[in-house]
């Protein structure tokens, strides 16, 4: 049934666990967890992945970094990107959506609100 | 014809004439005869022909009826099929309602399943503090605030982590004073209505404040002084949240203590028999 796979990139243990939580109640998508930015670009090499989800504040290696080496690969130009962060000023989303995020969902997050993004962002029903 | 009205007939001639005229009056009657019958056939053929013609326009009558029966129906079938879609409508417009409430208090219910688990995952003292931080910040939305225990040998209160405030700056409380001091002293949580965005970080006046607790034993308590700019309110979850935590973040907190001081006897135990036994 699962199609898609959704890479998680956070170092909260309990947003991991509440992010992954939302998106195994869709059923097309399978849950790949990663703890840091350097931990990410890892499972991204390591797995097909269709979406990823990301924080900005993490050790290591934080989410815009991420996001930022993501896009200068060209295998992932096209890899949709949802930011997840406490960081609700217009400056900050408009920095994430800059570099090429495609959404950006402010903490504390609503499961139907993620869930939504990714639907519209894989184009499922 | 003239000579009978002449008077000048013989009596042969009268007889013949007679015998004409009766044999023409006879033919006249037969002729009526014939012309009575043909009268009332005609007459009969008149009825039959007005009787068929009345017929069709009864029949078109009661076709016309059936239809306007049939359009009566049609009309009110319209009408209670009208009314059951304004009723599956409104079924429809209620379980939309319903599925948006459902899923609201699924999202509740996942984050108050995620606390939870977290809270027990670990007897370390300090990952019990670390995920009631990740709590606080990420499931409740709070940017500056305070985690103070009690110590049970001074009975000071101290805060253990603080986020967006310097951990050394929270003050000193005393016991029934204060927002701080009443919540710790009454072991019941002060949570306002409403969010005052405009409102500047004073210490000793936290917006919320929890008390962490066992039962009625208060061992401690989290403030919160702000909330990050997108919180523009407390919602049900955050209510939940904060009971939550005033009871699981409590016993978390409390049995990792337990456990740490009861590793570091033990440890110390282990390492006196090991010096008695060598």
């Known amino acids: 049934m699962a199609k898609f796979t959704a890479l998680v990139v956070e170092d909260s243990p309990t947003m991991r666990q509440l992010i992954c939580f939302a998106l195994r109640r869709v059923r097309e998508v399978t849950v790949v967890e990663a703890n840091d930015g350097v931990d990410g670009l890892k499972k991204l090499s390591q797995h097909h992945v269709d979406i990823l989800l990301t924080d ?36 900050d989303r408009q920095r994430a959506l800059a570099l090429g995020a495609n959404a950006y969902i402010t903490k504390p997050i609503q499961a139907p609100q993620v869930i939504s993004q990714v639907k519209s962002l894989l184009k499922l029903p | 014809m003239g000579d009978i009205q002449g008077g000048g007939v013989s009596g042969d001639g009268y007889i013949e004439r007679r015998e004409e005229i ?24 008149v009825s039959t022909l007005e009787a068929q013609k009345s017929m069709p326009v009864a029949a078109d009558n009661s076709f016309v009826q059936e239809l306007m029966e049939r359009l009566k129906q049609t009309e009110n079938d319209k009408q209670e099929l009208f009314s059951r879609f304004q009723e599956v409508s409104e079924e429809n417009r209620n379980f939309a309602e319903r ?19 977290q809270l027990h995952s670990t ?8 995920i009631i931080t990740e709590i606080v910040i990420n499931l409740i939305g709070a940017e500056a605030f ?22 050394e700056e929270f003050p000193t409380v005393k016991l029934g004073e204060g927002v701080i001091g009443k919540v710790l002293a009454d072991g019941e949580p002060f949570i306002p ?4 965005p405009e409102a500047k970080i004073d210490l000793t006046k936290p917006i919320v404040a929890v008390p962490l607790k066992i039962k009625d034993l208060v061992f401690g308590v989290l403030c919160i002084y702000r909330f990050f700019e997108q919180k523009k309110e407390l919602v049900d979850v955050d209510r939940e949240l904060f009971t939550l935590l005033a009871g699981h973040a ?9 456990y740490t001081d009861s590793n570091r006897k033990l440890q110390t135990i282990q390492g006196l028999i090991q010096l008695m036994a060598s």
């Open chain 1, 56 to 91: 900005i504040n993490m050790p290591i290696m934080d989410g815009l970094k991420l996001v930022s080496m993501v896009r200068k690969d060209a295998n992932y130009k096209e890899l949709p990107i949802i930011i997840i962060t406490t960081e609700g000023s217009p400056e």
């Open chain 2, 123 to 130: 007897l370390d003292f300090d990952e019990v503090i670390q």
């Open chain 2, 22 to 45: 009766m044999a023409v009056m006879k033919k006249t009657a037969s002729f009526t005869e014939e012309l009575l019958q043909e009268n009332e056939r005609l007459r009969q053929r």
């Open chain 2, 146 to 167: 305070a985690i103070a225990l009690i110590d049970p040998k001074t009975e000071v209160v101290k805060a253990v982590s603080a986020e967006g405030i310097r951990q």
């Open chain 2, 193 to 196: 209505d409403a969010l005052d």
């Open chain 2, 99 to 117: 599925y948006v409430e459902i899923e609201a208090e699924n999202n509740n219910l996942a984050n108050l399943y995620v606390a939870s688990y």
């Open chain 2, 250 to 258: 409590a016993t978390a907190i409390f049995s990792s203590r337990l």
